[in-house]
């Protein structure tokens, strides 16, 4: 971990984090606006890190992380402390009127492969079995985030959006330029993310690699059930995928270098996914790993979280 962002982490003291209005943006900062099951907010500090994965990596660079690429974060913003929850979405469904298509990719535990079960939603995904309020939503595809973050924004007068692809890697290092924000060892996993463990093998037993670990959950976990990272954000690797704003490509040529969206005319073919799940191998619950998905799909492993931009008046 480099000088600055050593002199971040100690700034930020997660632990004693509490809820205030948004009158400042010291990092790790956390902000509410609004009282009914609005998302906390993180102020995440500006920065730079570099974004990918080094060249000479023991990794499948399927996804084009190699090599990896300067950033420049060159404004605090806010990213929700947790994934997205299902009482949050909740609000906005009953506001708005929601009505969900009924269709969403689920395992299938008998076929041992994902199917497209038409009597599974975001209300009832399937996984968890019963799941609560404080579980993260699921079954919702890149429109449905986008508007959500639209009728928050909206609801709230604040620039609430999407997080970028860059923005959200450089939340997920929290200052880390290892494979993962832990290390370089998978076995590291559990104490802050719930992916493919030898809990989760053992109830539903898959070959792809697992993390040598034991988190407690066999599938999705309520939001903030581990502990969250250096910069107080939770889940960022692992339990849920996350929507970002950008086009997936297979290559960092050309990609902004100020941490903005990447984002073609005319819209994208596919869109990125980061962070893995609760069902990942350890090889893709990576910072560096790009998922991706169309627009338009629906995964009981796939959620989001939303980022906001600090006001002028903030920032000054």
Not at 201 to 217: I, K, N, S
């Amino acid at each position: 971990m480099n000088v600055l962002f050593t002199t971040l982490v100690a700034a930020i003291g997660v632990a004693a984090i509490g809820v205030t209005p948004a009158s400042s943006v010291e990092p790790g900062k956390v902000v509410k606006d609004c009282n009914e099951r609005c998302p906390e907010m993180v102020v995440v500090p500006a920065g730079k890190f570099r974004m990918g994965t080094p060249l000479g990596t023991d990794i499948n660079n399927e996804t084009g992380e190699m090599p990896p690429v300067e950033m420049t974060i060159p404004k605090p913003f806010l990213l929700g402390r947790t994934e997205l929850t299902r009482g949050e979405f909740e609000v906005f469904a009953r506001e708005t009127k929601f009505q969900p298509k009924i269709l969403c990719r689920v395992w299938n535990r008998g076929r041992m492969r994902y199917v497209d079960d038409s009597n599974r939603t975001w209300r009832e995904p399937g996984v968890p079995a019963a799941p609560t309020p404080s579980h993260p939503v699921s079954c919702v595809n890149w429109h449905q985030a986008k508007a959500y973050a639209a009728w928050l924004a909206a609801k709230t007068g604040k620039p609430y959006r999407l997080p970028t692809e860059a923005e959200w890697e450089y939340a997920a290092r929290a200052g880390s330029s290892a494979l993962y924000p832990w290390g370089d060892n998978p076995a590291g996993a559990c104490k802050t993310s719930n992916i493919y463990d030898i809990t989760a093998r053992r109830a539903t037993p898959q070959a792809w690699p697992h993390a040598a670990c034991v988190d407690g959950f066999a599938d999705i976990a309520p939001v903030a059930s581990l502990e969250p990272n250096a910069f107080g954000l939770y889940d960022m690797i692992g339990n849920v995928w996350e929507f970002a704003e950008d086009c997936a490509t297979k290559s960092h040529i050309g990609r902004p270098k100020d941490g903005k969206a990447w984002v073609w005319e005319g819209g994208c073919k596919r869109i990125i996914q980061r962070g893995g799940g609760w069902f990942t191998s350890t090889e893709r619950s990576r910072p560096g790993y790009h998922g991706d998905a169309t627009a338009t799909d629906h995964f009981d492993f796939g959620g989001f979280r939303v980022a906001r931009d600090l006001t002028p008046e903030e920032l000054k």
